[in-house]
């Protein structure tokens, strides 16, 4: 069984700003995927990063970044340089090896000007 | 990424009535897609997973008489509600899974169905 934790309901940032997400799982696969998703206000999820379990490097796509603690079973997600369109609801998530996604509760992110 | 293609993206319907979803990958073949619910403000339960050619796998606590899902192509799956009453009313994603290449194990999702039964 996996589960997704996320202990922040709302989090707030200023434009320009760096925030940090954070997000734990618990899983009993050997061979699993962690995701960030992203949900703006048209509801439309949109993949923000991936991070597959067996590498150790954290993954970055642009102006976001992870920071994958495997032994503590962290998936944190770092936005730097927030912009207004970054504002949406987040949602951390973990597959296993056939692809099943379990996500968390989700965080709101509010960027303010 | 995948494009998902979802249809309709709002339905408004009347209690006792079935209402048909579609799901189609528009530039992939799609063995495998799942089916979410999400309650407003809430996050996403995985109602099923659709397997072309085969019966979907459902989770604990859905109705497999109540939402009747089929995969017979490996572009299109549906989901079709049926006997719709209010408490189904909710959103609908759909999403299709790649198993291979540097997008392994990455959903992408459709744009979503929002179902109000009366």
């Known amino acids: 069984a996996q589960t997704v934790t996320q202990s922040q309901p709302e989090m707030s940032v200023q434009e320009a700003e760096t925030v940090t997400l954070s997000c734990t799982y618990d899983?009993?696969?050997?061979?699993?995927?962690l995701f960030w998703y992203k949900q703006p206000p048209s509801r439309q999820m949109i993949l923000v990063i991936r991070?597959?379990?067996?590498?150790?490097q954290n993954a970055t796509e642009n102006r976001f970044s992870v920071n994958f603690q495997k032994a503590a079973k962290s998936f944190s997600l770092k936005i730097s340089d927030s912009q207004l369109g970054d504002a949406a609801m987040y949602f951390c998530a973990c597959g296993g090896s056939q692809g099943n996604l379990i996500f968390g509760k989700g965080t709101k992110l509010s960027v303010k000007p | 990424g995948a494009v998902v293609s979802q249809h309709p993206s709002r339905v408004i319907c009347k209690s006792g009535t079935s209402v048909k979803i579609e799901c189609r990958s528009l530039d992939f073949q799609a063995t495998t897609m799942f089916w979410y619910r999400q309650f407003p403000k809430k996050s996403l339960m995985l109602m099923a997973t659709s397997n072309e050619g085969s019966k979907a796998t459902y989770e604990q606590g859905v109705e497999k008489d109540k939402f009747l899902i089929n995969h017979a192509s490996l572009t299109l799956s549906t989901l079709t509600v049926t006997s719709a009453h209010p408490e189904d009313s909710s959103f609908y994603i759909c999403?299709?899974?790649?198993?291979?290449?540097?997008?392994?194990?990455?959903?992408?999702f459709g744009a979503g169905t929002r179902l109000s039964v009366l």
């Open positions: 991070q597959e379990a067996y590498k150790q």
């Open positions: 999403s299709v899974i790649s198993y291979v290449g540097t997008a392994k194990n990455i959903q992408y």
């Open positions: 899983t009993s696969e050997s061979d699993y995927y």
